[in-house]
């Protein structure tokens, strides 16, 4: 693990915790990783019982926590220092992906403990880190506050975590190789191949009629879709009796990373008209080759009394 944030000033704050009183520290990220640890200078009074300690999410607007525990790990009070304050390394249960430049919360609580019976982190009592607050909440988490000139602190932290590169896209839609597409189809789509990727995941698609050498017609979208008349518009128009490769790459502007997708194909309709009766193609599958044969039957197309074509809107037939 390698450390991605921290604040370490010191000068012996602590703060008591047990029952509903709950406490946080907030900090904001400098770059998007996936958080693992976070290690507190701490220690306990008495028998607190099990000590839980998460991440939040932040409000952008009132900059306290909000929702659910992103990642949590609870403890037994024996791992804790009862001598003096002193680093204690959390390691959630599960990791969690951070954004870039956004601002989340370390949360911490002792539900079983007393005012005789504590948890408590410490730090520094003047508010020396400027990416973030110390805040309180006296209701389990349900709402919270920053306390006034009573709380003018900042608890001391380390998150460690792996700054972690994109993983390529899956599950196209058409599906990779699909055969026999009509040109109406509606959109293309794609699934990222991260189960939680941050919110600035962006992608990069490559289009084009010749595999390797794809044009990029889609710079760093955020939409794991695209309408399928505006791909095939950025190389021409569609055509029948045509393959076509795209390629999703995702990228993350944070971590400047890229993982390049695998090349899909798929191919439109083999729209092939009907052979008079004793006509064949050579070819193997029936649709390409040289005609042989003699027509004759009702399809003897020497016989046709009428033609119809249709083009541009418009159909044209011959009077006969």
Known sequence: MALQESFELYDATGTATYGSDWYAQTFTTESAYSITDIALKCWKYGSPGNITVSIRAVDTETEKPTGIDKC????????ISSVSPTWYTFTFDTSYILSNATKY?????????????????????????????????????????????????????????EVVAPIKAKTPAPIDTFTGMTLDYQAFSWVSGTDTPPDEEVYNIYWGTTSDDLSEIVHQ????????????????????????????????????????????????????????????????????????????????????????????????????
């Open 72 to 79: 949590s790990v609870t403890v037994a009070e024996g791992v």
């Open 105 to 161: 919360a370390i949360v911490w609580r002792a539900p079983d403990g007393s005012a005789a019976n504590y948890f408590a982190p410490f730090g520094y009592s003047s508010s020396g880190y400027v990416d973030g607050d110390f805040v309180s909440s006296s209701d389990s988490g349900s709402s919270w506050s920053f306390g006034g000139t009573a709380y003018n602190r900042d608890m001391n932290f380390r998150a460690y975590g």
């Open 221 to 320: 979208g955020s939409s794991t879709s695209m309408a399928a008349a505006y791909l095939i518009a950025a190389i021409g128009a569609g055509l029948y009796n045509e393959t076509y490769y795209w390629r999703v790459d995702t990228y993350w502007p944070s971590t400047d990373k890229t993982a390049d997708g695998d090349e899909w194909w798929f191919s439109s309709i083999d729209f092939s008209p009907p052979l008079p009766t004793g006509l064949t193609l050579t070819g193997g599958d029936g649709d390409e080759g040289d005609i042989t044969g003699t027509p004759s039957g009702l399809n003897f197309m020497t016989a046709i009394r009428k033609l119809v074509v249709a083009a541009n809107s418009k159909i044209w037939y011959e009077d006969i």
